[in-house]
């Protein structure tokens, strides 16, 4: 979405969510003409759907985390609202929200624990809510809330919002369907939405750019199971009798994750597609052979899609109805941006106003911004830094050199917070940063580079800057990110690869979008990780210009690098490791002719 979409969005609401809206007026008139209840019962089972798989969008799709236990969250809103509407007499519209808080809390407990573990991804994940679904099924089973026999409500009074009580199921579907898909169309172009996105791209990087990871995907997991127990809740009273067997079988986790992929679980209308096509094959064919058929459907169309449409047939369509338009557009931009082509904008034409951290630049030589002290780090038997000091000054150039394996990236890993040290000291001025999370060291000022890029593949070049700016030293909200991420896609020479993904650059686009979202982040401490490697000689020399534009915007860098050339003409002061010690620290001449240094470089036999 452009910032000027955003800005429509604004002034005249969202078009999608009003289309939603009146499709939902529409779909609320049908209990009141008289419908066969064949047909109510058949369009509830329709919107029960789009809020389950929706709903398992949110953290699966959106963030990347593949549940399947969302069966567990969906029992225990049916068992929530069974109890309290039969056993207490509570009505049943006042179980609704209990049930989604009761959901809610049982995934929030869940993931506080689960989330800190950081092996605890992808399938490893997925069993494990697999697993919990069953311990669930269990205790229920075992204990008063089921016993075994189940639990009836056929006597529990059905609030009458329309004629028949059909109806009043109908209309409780349809509400909870369309909150739920409103709900994740505005994650989705939210400022939560596009962190959570990063995590299922790169969530290392996603921390470090300043996602709260942690948080996010906490508050995606409770999103999700809320849905999924209001939706248990409605379902206990539409089948009147919950059972054990039949709440925590494995076709709701099943179901849901079908519907998800097939329609497109990263797009917000994607699982509702899929839900409806599902639930047509599966309930149009009710008996007998027919509903084989049914079945063999759904295989059909899944096995189609996972091979031709791996994205799901929404996104798929929605990228091709897209560039048609925008097809020939798209070839000349490519042939206007080659390598050669690219250079650096001057400062003024993109207003970045005084510096990049908002501070004016002193030029204090004696009081660094950035200061390491004694700093250690190891990694099982072998010892990455060895009691490393370091100091970066406000707007100063500090060259990290070093040969390969001096520990040079595990320094830049553990000032950016992805590594905590063992021992010693980082600081932030007068901040320390040893035990901060790394998005919190984020919003202090800090920024990097990756040596081998590490852009997030399915945003797009603009987002991908953005979303440095959003979770930046100064946060914005998502319209102002995309202007600000114009400006520095501009200064670097991207301003016409905006709309495309990471995956259609080039090695040296890469290397200067990894600058554009440093830059968006206005830091005040960067940390250049080998931006340079892998350039040719004429690459290199835009590169540099580059980072002497970056410093004169008020930076302070720390610079990593094996080209020595861009060392000794960029930096004002070089520190040199070895076997992660400082072996040499001054002036660039000074440091590279220590008899040390050139032994490390040259070896022994060169050393006069």
Request: aromatic share 8%; net charge positive; hydrophobic share 50%.
């Amino acid at each position: 979405m452009t910032a000027a979409a955003s800005g429509r969005e604004r002034r005249g609401g969202d078009p999608a969510l009003c289309v939603l809206a009146v499709v939902a007026v529409a779909l609320t008139a049908l209990p009141f003409i008289g419908l066969p209840a064949f047909y109510e019962s058949f369009i509830y089972l329709a919107f029960h759907w789009i809020a389950l798989a929706t709903s398992w969008s949110v953290l699966s799709g959106y963030a990347g985390y593949f549940s399947f236990g969302h069966g567990a969250f969906f029992g225990a809103g049916m068992y929530t609202t069974s109890t309290l509407t039969a056993a207490f007499g509570l009505p049943f519209l006042a179980t609704l929200p209990i049930a989604a808080l009761v959901a809610a809390l049982l995934a929030a407990g869940i993931g506080a624990v689960v989330f800190r573990v950081k092996r605890l991804r992808g399938e490893l994940f997925g069993l494990l809510t697999l697993a919990i679904t069953f311990v669930l099924a269990t205790i229920v089973l075992n204990t008063p809330i089921d016993g075994g026999p189940g639990v009836y409500l056929s006597n529990v009074p059905i609030p009458k919002l329309v004629p028949s009580p059909n109806g009043t199921i109908y209309l409780l579907g349809l509400v909870l369907a369309v909150a739920t898909l409103a709900t994740a169309r505005i994650v989705s172009r939210s400022r939560f939405g596009l962190g959570l996105f990063a995590i299922s791209d790169d969530e290392d990087v996603a921390e470090v750019k300043g996602v709260p990871t942690f948080r996010y995907k906490l508050l995606a997991f409770a999103l999700s199971a809320a849905v999924a127990g209001a939706a248990g809740g409605t379902q206990a009273i539409y089948v009147g009798y919950v059972t054990v067997g039949e709440t925590f079988a494995v076709t709701v986790p099943l179901y849901v994750v079908l519907m998800s992929i097939l329609g497109g679980a990263r797009h917000w209308l994607g699982p509702a597609a899929g839900a409806v096509v599902i639930t047509a094959s599966l309930y149009a064919f009710t008996s007998g052979e027919r509903a084989i058929v049914g079945r063999a459907i759904v295989a059909f169309a899944l096995v189609v899609v996972i091979l031709l449409l791996p994205q799901g047939v929404v996104p798929t369509l929605l990228g091709w109805w897209r560039s048609r338009g925008t097809r020939h557009r798209a070839a000349s931009e490519a042939r206007a941006v080659s390598p050669d082509a690219i250079t650096v904008a001057d400062t003024d034409e993109v207003t970045l106003g005084v510096t990049i951290d908002g501070r004016p630049n002193s030029g204090d030589a004696t009081s660094p911004v950035l200061d390491c002290r004694q700093v250690w780090k190891s990694f099982g038997g072998i010892q990455a830094l060895r009691g490393v000091d370091l100091a970066i000054e406000r707007g100063a150039i500090v060259g990290l050199v070093g040969p390969n394996g001096s520990g040079k990236t595990t320094l830049i890993n553990v000032i950016s917070g992805h590594y905590r040290a063992d021992r010693g000291e980082v600081a932030l001025g007068p901040t320390p940063l040893t035990t901060r999370a790394a998005h919190e060291i984020a919003h202090l000022g800090v920024a990097r580079t990756y040596q081998v890029p590490r852009p997030f593949a399915r945003l797009s070049v603009v987002d991908n800057v953005a979303l440095a700016a959003t979770f930046g030293a100064t946060p914005c909200s998502l319209a102002e990110a995309r202007n600000e991420a114009s400006q520095w896609l501009e200064f670097t020479g991207l301003q016409q690869r905006a709309r495309a993904l990471p995956g259609e650059l080039n090695l040296h686009e890469r290397k200067f979008l990894e600058l554009a979202r440093v830059l968006a982040a206005r830091p005040r401490v960067i940390l250049l990780d080998e931006v340079l490697s892998g350039l040719n000689p004429a690459e290199i020399g835009s590169a540099i210009r580059l980072i002497q534009k970056i410093r004169e915007a008020g930076a302070s860098i720390l610079f990593v690098e094996h080209v020595i050339r861009a060392v000794v003409e960029l930096s004002d002061r070089v520190t040199v490791l070895n076997e992660g010690q400082v072996i040499a620290s001054g002036s660039p001449r000074e440091a590279m002719r220590d008899p040390r240094v050139m032994q490390v470089y040259l070896g022994t036999s060169h050393v006069a």
